[in-house]
């Protein structure tokens, strides 16, 4: 039995640094498989020009298996034969080698802005193309190296510009998050409408699980109740959102959830008190936002208000502790004011906006002080904020 190593795809983001792969993106190395059987298959044909037919077993003869060994995932796409033939001189795996050498070229291409059009691939690959690297996010790439060592890295930019580049003018398919209002449940027709926050409204498709946990949604609901939807959504050239065409996990919100309460404050207009407030900037509800998802514990949400001076205040009330956290964009400063109602004590203090090492510790202090409903530890000065 005769074993190669076509492609070594090295998936490099903090997803993958204790060497473990998500099962979601298995889908993505599933698509490899196709666009080499596709490229071997375009390329027997162009060789074999008086033939009707692709040979019988042909695909068969070319099932890619993966295996890994250590890095931050590298997963290794190896053809297995049965046959002992010499080395090198078994024509699967040298129609393997092209088609994966074939596609590199394209990446490389792509990735390096050659001038001219890049090397032709079937249109049969460019579905399963358009699968691979679906999965990545912002921050994450996969490296490749061909046997004439052309080496490139797909990224989600890449890959964009990858599917821009074939022919004809079709939507992109990314995998995507997003949270929008749920406008209606059509069971029947497993769709259900979102308004996004720009206010279009699209459609997602949904299954019959999601159908069945939707009933419990009220018809007085629709327009107003949030959810945080992933799965795949379909683009167009300029990156707006078309459709979801497959939801993976659909969660309905609490009123109280931030991410609901920062969307809604995404949407204040300028001058929303009286003329005179001005609205939060993204950048800085993006920092809040991020900052909550890392320190929050359980339902505890805060209630948010905006500032007249464009800054955010979050707000608990945590058994009989009153806790106010500010973010004044002004002063670049994060404001911790907490008044023990039963002692009538108050614990104050200030914090740079952007210094992460202290504003971790401020995000640690509140963790704790969630944990303990509402207790401020005598030992809270460890944590480097008061």
Same mark, same amino acid.
């Given at each position: ?134 999965? @990545? ?97 379909? @683009? ?7 459709? @979801? ?95 023990? @109602? ?45």
């Amino acid at each position: 039995m005769s074993r190669e190593i076509l492609l070594e795809p090295h998936f490099e983001g903090r997803r993958f640094r204790n060497q473990t792969l998500p099962f979601a993106l298995l889908r993505d190395l599933e698509a490899l498989q196709g666009i080499i059987l596709e490229i071997a298959k375009s390329d027997y044909k162009q060789s074999h020009p008086n033939r009707q037919r692709i040979p019988r077993g042909f695909s068969g003869q070319l099932e890619l298996h993966l295996s890994t060994r250590g890095g931050s995932f590298v997963a290794e796409v190896a053809l297995i034969t049965d046959d002992a033939l010499l080395e090198g001189c078994d024509p699967r795996m040298q129609r393997a080698r092209s088609a994966c050498d074939r596609f590199l070229e394209v990446l490389a291409h792509v990735q390096e802005q050659r001038q001219g059009p890049p090397p032709s691939l079937p249109d049969t690959a460019w579905p399963y193309v358009e699968k691979f690297g679906r999965g @990545l996010h912002q921050d994450e790439g996969i490296r490749m190296a061909s046997t004439k060592s052309v080496e490139v890295r797909l990224t989600r930019e890449i890959r964009r510009e990858l599917l821009l580049s074939r022919p004809g003018s079709k939507p992109l398919t990314e995998e995507i998050e997003v949270v929008a209002k749920v406008v209606d449940v059509r069971p029947r027709d497993h769709l259900m409408p979102i308004e996004l926050k720009d206010g279009r409204v699209i459609l997602c498709v949904i299954n019959d699980q999601q159908v069945a946990d939707l009933r419990d949604v009220r018809v007085g609901d629709f327009g107003e109740r949030w959810a945080l939807i992933s799965g795949i959504g379909m @683009l167009d050239t300029s990156q707006q959102l078309l459709r @979801l065409e497959e939801a993976d996990s659909i969660e309905l919100l609490d009123p109280l959830d931030p991410i609901v309460q920062i969307e809604q404050l995404r949407q204040l207009p300028a001058g929303w008190l009286d003329g005179q407030g001005v609205p939060p900037s993204g950048q800085l509800l993006d920092q809040i936002s991020a900052w909550l998802e890392s320190h929050l514990r359980g339902e505890q949400f805060p209630r948010l208000y905006p500032t007249p001076e464009g800054g955010v205040e979050a707000e608990w009330l945590i058994g009989r502790l009153d806790l106010s956290i500010e973010f004044v964009p002004g002063s670049n400063t994060v404001q911790w004011h907490a008044m023990d @109602l039963d002692r009538n004590t108050v614990e104050e203090d200030t914090v740079p906006l952007h210094d992460a090492e202290k504003l971790q510790a401020l995000g640690k202090k509140l963790e704790a002080v969630l944990a303990d409903g509402g207790n401020l530890r005598a030992d809270s000065q460890e944590a480097g904020v008061i």
